[in-house]
């Protein structure tokens, strides 16, 4: 809460807070004087029959009234302003720091989570803002005020009174202490369903196509009926407190009737006195229960707040904030080596064994490299090094001579260029998804990247060509125009190295030896890692690496693994004739 304050309200709307409190204050003053008037008016007035009283008393109702109608609508209108300007300052950092935080980071606390903190924490948070402005200064003050004020009327019955209020406490604080966990347990349920909301959405094709809508939904059912329990037991604890407030409030009034009637009968105390004591004890007793509201709001509301927090607070894994752009002259880049792994050992958190275990391998610039392996032996993991997307637990990773960690990541990301397994597309056009890597890419680059990418002829064909609509996830594309966009976006701005990882899948193989063949007449400007499932992908590749569960098994042109690597050569002859793996 204090990095709440001294971050997102201070600075930027701490007067406007301070004015809108300021504000509701005085409208309590006006509230705490009306029971003192009442009495003052029944008593003067009403029991004298003076009507000069009873209109002058009147009218001071109805301007105290207004007055404190005025202050309210400036408190409220301060209070819109903070609590939603504060929600749109947390959003947008937030955010930006999802987008800082290494994949590490997002991988700890999870995408279900990060999306739930984005949208859901941050409303609580600004329902905790808004009520707080509007309400924290006036029902506390309100409460202190009644019972000062019965004390200067009687302090008997305002001993009545201050007891009727403890008891309330004590019923409101056991309240509150239960839903406290409730509601923490609540967000994290919150978490779950959207994990599931996510699944099914993302996969909805699959399901259908293995008919598993039915386990789907049992389990989606359990996820919401957890959290809907925890919710109702919340409600049903929090809908205690206006029972408990009612009850005791009107006890606590009957029994001042009772103590009271002999005095008012023995003209020791007035009839306006006793409707000023029920008017602040009705006051006191509601703000009582206004604050517990307010502090169950307030509860989870702190609860949200520290999981926002939690993530800008977070320190990204990989930084490059103590790095400096490195000149690089033309021959280190034409010439030199431009990639180089020095037993580079990856493993994931969590993730048990090495994903990439003691890897070493020097590719110098403008040759091909290629990588197979099997499933889960490595591949991606290695491309995900040379990006710097993870940082090696031993060993290193250099590019062009210098360690991958010490490039601004800028730099790096201009240099090596990476085609995901996944096509990847956002919404907007083909020109808004091709600029991503340089915003300032001309038409002639798009479509040099498009034609490398062979991807021309399909967007020619549309008529309105590179401003043609994406869809988001480029639904409105197949799989394999998905995957050769993905290809041209990584093609432009002229990357250094280009890793395919496993980025041709969906082409078929005259596509896929056009592609490579494009890629083979840029050597002189691009080094190029392949990583495939096809050994027709890798082997003219200048040199093949081998991987078998993380580990290196062979290195070696095409030829040399047929001699040297079993694991190559079995390959090569579940996909190909003998004929064809000799030639």
Request: charged letters at 15%; a neutral charge; aromatic letters at 8%.
């Amino acid at each position: 809460m204090k990095k709440l304050f001294t971050r997102f309200i201070l600075p930027k709307y701490g007067t406007r807070a301070l004015m809108a409190t300021g504000a509701k204050s005085i409208e309590v003053v006006g509230d705490l004087l009306t029971p003192l008037i009442i009495a003052r008016m029944i008593d003067v007035g009403i029991t004298s029959g003076n009507i000069y009283d009873i209109i002058r008393y009147g009218l001071l109702l109805v301007l105290i009234a207004c007055i404190g109608f005025a202050f309210t609508i400036f408190c409220q209108y301060n209070a819109s302003i903070v609590s939603q300007g504060i929600g749109t300052d947390l959003r947008s950092a937030l955010f930006v720091k999802v987008q800082e935080l290494s994949s590490v980071d997002v991988h700890r606390f999870g995408t279900d989570t990060l999306v739930t903190r984005l949208i859901n924490d941050i409303n609580q948070v600004q329902v905790m803002v808004a009520l707080g402005i509007r309400q924290l200064m006036r029902w506390p003050i309100l409460a202190v005020g009644s019972i000062v004020a019965t004390f200067l009327i009687d302090p008997q019955l305002g001993s009545i009174f201050l007891g009727a209020t403890l008891i309330v406490s004590i019923i409101f604080w056991c309240i509150i202490r239960r839903t406290t966990v409730l509601f923490h347990t609540l967000q994290e349920s919150l978490d779950t369903v959207s994990l599931f909301m996510r699944e099914m959405l993302s996969g909805v094709r699959v399901i259908r196509v293995f008919r598993r809508e039915e386990s789907e939904r049992v389990q989606f059912a359990q996820a919401v009926d957890r959290q809907t329990h925890i919710a109702a037991t919340a409600a049903n604890y929090s809908a205690l407190l206006n029972p408990a407030t009612f009850f005791i409030m009107y006890a606590g009034i009957a029994f001042i009737f009772w103590i009271a009637a002999p005095q008012v009968t023995s003209r020791s105390l007035s009839a306006g006195s006793i409707v000023a004591l029920v008017g602040y004890m009705t006051q006191t007793l509601l703000a009582v229960g206004y604050i517990a509201n307010l502090i169950i709001i307030v509860t989870r509301g702190v609860a949200s707040t520290h999981r926002v927090m939690e993530v800008l607070g977070t320190t990204p894994g990989l930084s490059d904030e103590k790095n400096a752009p490195i000149t690089l002259s033309d021959q280190e880049l034409s010439d030199g080596v431009a990639l180089e792994l020095r037993d580079a050992t990856l493993t994931y958190d969590g993730g048990g064994d090495p994903a990439l275990s003691h890897i070493s391998l020097t590719v110098p610039a403008g040759t091909t490299l290629g990588i197979i392996g099997g499933t889960g032996s490595g591949k991606s993991s290695l491309a995900k090094l040379c990006e710097r997307l993870y940082e090696p637990e031993e060993g290193s990773v250099e590019v062009f001579g210098h360690a991958a960690s010490t490039y601004t990541f800028p730099q790096l990301r201009h240099l090596v260029s990476l085609v995901p397994q996944h096509a990847s597309l956002v919404s907007g056009t083909i020109r808004t998804n091709l600029t991503w890597r340089d915003a300032h890419a001309t038409d002639e680059d798009l479509w040099k990247a498009l034609e490398l990418a062979q991807a021309a002829d399909f967007v020619r064909e549309k008529p309105r060509q590179l401003d043609s609509p994406v869809e988001a996830g480029g639904t409105n594309f197949s799989g394999g125009q998905r995957q050769r966009l993905t290809i041209a976006r990584a093609l432009v701005g002229n990357p250094r190295i280009v890793i395919l990882d496993d980025s041709a899948s969906a082409l078929d193989f005259a596509t896929d030896a056009s592609l490579r063949g494009a890629l083979y007449s840029l050597r002189t400007e691009m080094t190029s890692v392949i990583i495939s499932q096809r050994v027709a992908a890798v082997m003219q590749a200048d040199q093949i690496l081998v991987l078998d569960h993380g580990h290196q098994v062979g290195l070696g042109t095409h030829k040399e693994l047929l001699a040297t690597c079993p694991l190559y050569k079995e390959i090569c002859l579940s996909q190909l004739r003998p004929e064809e793996v000799e030639a």
